[in-house]
C-alpha cells in the first residue's frame, strides 16, 4: 500500500500570500493517479487538482499542482479568505486501491 | 447536474451492522463508467476510502476493512449501498458517497453515523 505524506501538518500565511503544501509517496506514484483536495468544516472535500496538474470544474487558476514520482505540490498563487481550509492529496494505486494523505490545515495568520 | 443523497440510520449499536444508501440523480448507476464509492471520516481525523462497485457491477474494498464490508447496487431505484458489519466505535464516522474514476470528483454530503449502545 502506498502511504502519502503531507507537510506541513499546518501552515499559517496572510491572505494575498502564496502557499505551497507538499504531498510524498512512499512509492512511485503516476502522475495521472494523483488529486487533491480542499475541504472546509462542515462540508464534503471538495476536487480541486486531478493528474497531479489539471484543475477541475470551477477552480480558480490561483490553484495550481505539479509533481512526479513520488513528489506532488500543490500551490495557491495568492490566497484568499475563502482558501483557509484543510487540504488533501490522494492516489490511486492497482487493485484498485485509494489513498488519502494525512491532511494540511491552512490557517490564517 | 449530479446529486448524491445519503440515507440511513444515524446511530448503530457495537457489534450491529451499519448501512447507508447513496440515491443518485443525474447519472445512472448502471450505465456510467463510473465507479461508485465510499469514503468515511472519523471525527477530527482524514479520509479513508472503504470501497467502491464499478457500474459492471465489480466491487473493490480496502483490504483493511474487506472481510466487513459489502457495497451493491440497486438499479431499479438508482442507489448503492454500503453494509459494515461488526461495528465498533472505531467505525464512528462522517461516512460519504461518491462517484469517481482516479479521483473523487463528486461527493454527497456526509453524515454521522454514531456507533454506541
Known amino acids: 500500500e502506498i502511504v502519502l505524506t503531507q507537510s506541513p501538518g499546518t501552515l499559517s500565511l496572510s491572505p494575498g500570500e502564496r502557499a505551497t503544501l507538499s504531498c510524498r509517496a512512499s512509492?512511485?506514484?503516476?502522475?495521472?493517479?494523483l488529486a487533491w483536495y480542499q475541504q472546509k468544516p462542515g462540508q464534503a472535500p471538495r476536487l480541486l487538482i486531478y493528474?497531479?496538474?489539471s484543475r477541475a470544474t470551477g477552480i480558480p487558476d490561483r490553484f495550481s499542482g505539479s509533481g512526479s514520482g513520488t513528489d506532488f505540490t500543490l500551490t495557491i498563487s495568492r490566497l484568499e479568505a475563502e482558501d483557509f481550509a484543510v487540504y488533501y492529496c490522494?492516489?490511486?494505486?492497482?487493485?484498485?486501491?485509494?489513498?488519502f494523505g494525512q491532511g494540511t490545515k491552512l490557517e490564517i495568520k | 447536474q449530479l446529486q448524491l443523497q445519503e440515507s440511513g440510520p444515524g446511530l448503530v449499536k457495537p457489534s450491529e451492522t451499519l448501512s447507508r444508501t447513496c440515491t443518485v440523480s443525474?447519472?445512472?448507476?448502471?450505465?456510467?463508467?463510473?465507479?461508485w464509492g465510499w469514503i468515511r471520516q472519523p471525527p477530527g481525523k482524514g479520509l479513508e476510502w472503504i470501497g467502491s462497485?464499478?457500474?459492471?457491477?465489480?466491487?473493490y474494498y480496502n483490504p483493511s476493512l474487506k472481510s466487513r464490508v459489502t457495497i451493491s447496487v440497486d438499479t431499479s431505484k438508482n442507489q448503492f449501498s454500503l453494509k459494515l458489519s461488526s461495528v465498533t466505535a472505531a467505525d464512528t464516522a462522517v461516512y460519504y458517497c461518491?462517484?469517481?474514476?482516479?479521483?473523487?470528483?463528486?461527493w454527497g454530503q456526509g453524515t454521522l453515523v454514531t456507533v454506541s449502545s
Open positions: 461518491a462517484r469517481h474514476y482516479n479521483s473523487f470528483d463528486d
Open positions: 490522494q492516489q490511486y494505486g492497482s487493485s484498485p486501491m485509494y489513498t
Open positions: 462497485i464499478y457500474y459492471s457491477g465489480s466491487t
Open positions: 512509492q512511485s506514484v503516476s502522475s495521472s493517479y
Open positions: 493528474g497531479a496538474s
Open positions: 443525474g447519472d445512472s448507476v448502471s450505465r456510467s463508467s463510473y465507479y
